[in-house]
Each structure stands twice: as structure tokens, then as C-alpha cells.
T-cell receptor
């Protein structure tokens, strides 16, 4: 079945440490890929997206993500986490043949320790 | 920066009552959406809307739900007779291409 998986439900990281959030998808073709962040009490904010081209994409707030076709993955990274990065992060995909319907992963909640 | 705005931010309603959630999409966007997130579950697609009609809807979007663009700026989601299981965060979104921008959500609590 077609799906988006975020294997880690919770991640705790120390402030200043690096962060990597995993996302895998299972679709026949390469979908359009997105990462969104939801801070407490806030909506879904777009961090970055991948449609084609360079497989390493830069986003807002110092985040980047790398698309790896061979692994069907689109992992999100940040070299040095700030306390304000504590939030829930969602990977999402749109199939080229599925209009603009986003399918979301289950989310990863990031806790930042001082 | 343009943004999608939603009202109300939180609404509590009695089971069986009608609810209308309102959204103002980003002004030059042509595609509009509603998604929802039941507490502890994934964000789910409900419906997409383009050119004044529904372009796609999910199985969740049954006859109890309807959407409307009553004027040039608003986009509404109506739940005709709310059920307890309709309690969720409802997100409005808009796009002009494949990139979808979300509002801050409307928490709906059905009691």
C-alpha cells in the first residue's frame, strides 16, 4: 500500500546537537516531497520541498533535507538545534498523478533539552 | 508574508449542531483544501476545491460535510450535524501550484 512513514515518534536532542528526522515513502513513482513543522498551538508551516533536481534542498530555519531515490527516503536534518525547534515535524508527499492531495506521515515530536 | 487565516481558532459545539469553519486563503491562490487531524492521529485530507467546485474528496468527506466559496475571499467548511468523532483540528490550506500552505487550524470540540 502507498504510505509515508516516519519511524521515530519522539526524538529528544540536546540544544546545539544535530538532528535528523527520517521519512520513507512507498510509491511506485517519485512523489513531490515536503516537510512541515507544527509548533505548539500553531498551524503547519512549510519547511522545505523537493520536486526535482538537486537532491539536497535547503529550507527555512536552517533545515535541509536529502532525497535518496534508492532508499525512498527524504530525511530532514539540522546541524545545530535551538530550543525553539521543539515541535512536531511532518513529512508529506504528493503524487504527480494524484492532484494536489498531500499524504502525511505520522509525525515526529522533537524535544530539546537545555 | 501572505498567509492562510482561519476562524474560529477554537469552537465547542453540542453534538448534532451545525458548525461552519471559515478560512481566508492566500489571495492569488486558486486551489483550496481542508484537512483534519484527530488528536494523536495523522493529518488527513478531506477535500480540495478548484474553480468553484470540489475537485477531489476523501471517504471521510461524506454528506455531512460541504464546502463553499461564498465570495471572492472566504472558503468555508460546514459540518451539518456534528458527531463526537468530528472533534479534531481542521486545517484550511491553499496553493497556486504543488506547494500547499496551511492556516493555523480550528480546533473543533464536539460534546
Amino acid at each position: 500500500a502507498q504510505s509515508v512513514t516516519q519511524p521515530d515518534i519522539h526524538i529528544t536532542v540536546s540544544e546545539g546537537a544535530s538532528l535528523e528526522l527520517r521519512c520513507n515513502y512507498s510509491y511506485g513513482a517519485t512523489p513531490y516531497l515536503f516537510w512541515y513543522v507544527q509548533s505548539p498551538g500553531q498551524g503547519l508551516q512549510l519547511l522545505l520541498k523537493y520536486f526535482s533536481g538537486d537532491t539536497l534542498v535547503q529550507g527555512i530555519k536552517g533545515f535541509e533535507a536529502e532525497f535518496k531515490r534508492s532508499q525512498s527516503s527524504f530525511n530532514l536534518r539540522k546541524p545545530s538545534v535551538h530550543w525553539s525547534d521543539a515541535a512536531e515535524y511532518f513529512c508529506a508527499v504528493v503524487l504527480a498523478t494524484a492532484g494536489n492531495k498531500l499524504t502525511f506521515g505520522g509525525g515526529t515530536r522533537v524535544l530539546v533539552k537545555p | 508574508e501572505p498567509e492562510v487565516t482561519q476562524t474560529p481558532s477554537h469552537q465547542v459545539t453540542q453534538m448534532g449542531q451545525e458548525v461552519i469553519l471559515r478560512c481566508v486563503p492566500i489571495s492569488n491562490h486558486l486551489y483550496f483544501y481542508w484537512y483534519r487531524q484527530i488528536l494523536g492521529q495523522k493529518v488527513e485530507f478531506l477535500v480540495s476545491f478548484y474553480n468553484n467546485e470540489i475537485s477531489e474528496k476523501s471517504e471521510i468527506f461524506d454528506d455531512q460535510f460541504s464546502v463553499e466559496r461564498p465570495d471572492g475571499s472566504n472558503f468555508t467548511l460546514k459540518i451539518r450535524s456534528t458527531k463526537l468523532e468530528d472533534s479534531a483540528m481542521y486545517f484550511c490550506a491553499s496553493s497556486e501550484d504543488r506547494t500547499i500552505y496551511f492556516g493555523e487550524g480550528s480546533w473543533l470540540t464536539v460534546v
